[in-house]
């Protein structure tokens, strides 16, 4: 039966009270698709692949229709009490397999990435590149419906990137789903399905003109700076409109969604804007009838 992964809303902040990493997320991920994520460091690529593969809960939204998901981390612990062989042999069973099939998978796996050298060596002693072709195997031992890899090529060698991506390919055409950041923009150059960057806590898909903004409500802010003061630059991107009131004093309309960012930016300037007030967009056609 198929399943489709969607994000309603989704939003992630830090902490109770923090600033939201992610905010407004809508994305449907279909069966088959190959995705990939972009976006400057920092922005919250990381956030929304463990999102996607149940690492993290959303502060607000929902998440429905989460296949079978294999996630390589950016970081993967490395400090285990196991083999390589006998740590993908132990994951192997836990997805269902018996222990005889799960060590031939396991050994395959460690095969195709040239890892077979390393299959008894215990994974506290592995190599960078070694451990990453471990957390690699892991993920793809899985058979997912779902593969999320957050820079999982790095540490790779040539031959190990290429079969990676050959995996990758074998995936999607038998209907798994792989979202996937690289630092590296000709990784997989031509082949995804779709790509995202993420941006002032939203998500936008190329191919959307620039100026597309997020729909839902939006809210005024009104701010005054020091001074002679301009307003910063992060404020003037994330704002969809910006109007001088009185010198020093302007209104700032923004989606909802990016109020926290805009305010952000106002607040940890330097020096610092003042915020006069935060409401609902004005009607301009009840404004003029007063």
């Known amino acids: ?23 407004g ?9 190959l995705i990939r994520v972009e976006g400057p460091n920092g922005t919250g690529k990381s956030t929304l692949l463990r999102l996607l593969a149940g690492m993290d809960a959303p502060t607000e939204g929902r998440i429905t229709g989460r296949p ?9 612990p490395t400090a285990l009490p196991f083999t390589a062989l006998g740590y993908l042999t132990h ?12 060590k031939r ?3 395959d796996w460690l095969d195709r990435f040239g890892a077979a050298p390393y299959a008894r060596t ?3 002693q592995l190599s960078k590149g070694s451990s990453q072709k471990v957390a690699v195997a892991q993920a793809l031992l899985a058979e997912p419906g779902l593969l999320v890899l957050d820079e999982a090529w790095t540490g790779l060698d040539t031959d190990a990137r290429a079969e990676l991506e050959r995996a990758v390919a074998e995936r999607t055409a038998g209907g798994t789903a792989v979202v996937f950041v690289d630092h590296d923009p000709r990784r997989l150059a031509g082949a995804p399905d779709a790509t995202y960057t ?6 936008q898909l190329r191919g959307e003109p620039a100026s597309a903004e997020p729909e839902g409500p939006r809210v005024a802010v009104v701010v005054q700076g020091p001074k002679g003061g301009r307003l910063p630059a992060d404020a003037i991107r994330t704002a969809a409109s910006a109007e001088e009131l009185t010198p020093g004093t302007h209104r700032l309309t923004v989606p909802a969604s990016h109020s926290d960012t805009l305010l952000r930016a106002l607040l940890t300037a330097r020096p ?6 935060l409401g609902p967009q004005p009607n301009p056609d009840l404004e003029s009838r007063r």
Request: aromatic share 8%; glycine share 12%.
């Open 1 to 23: 039966m198929r399943r489709d992964l969607r994000l309603d809303n989704v939003g992630r902040r830090y902490g109770l009270r923090g600033p939201w990493v992610l905010r």
């Open 25 to 33: 997320i809508h994305l449907t991920v279909l069966p088959g698709t």
């Open 68 to 76: 079978r998901t294999a996630y390589v981390p950016e970081r993967f």
């Open 91 to 102: 994951l192997g069973k836990v997805h269902g397999l018996s222990h005889l099939a799960a």
């Open 105 to 107: 998978a396991a050994g």
């Open 122 to 124: 215990p994974m506290a």
């Open 198 to 203: 993420v941006r002032d806590a939203g998500l």
């Open 272 to 277: 610092p804007w003042h915020v006069v007030s």
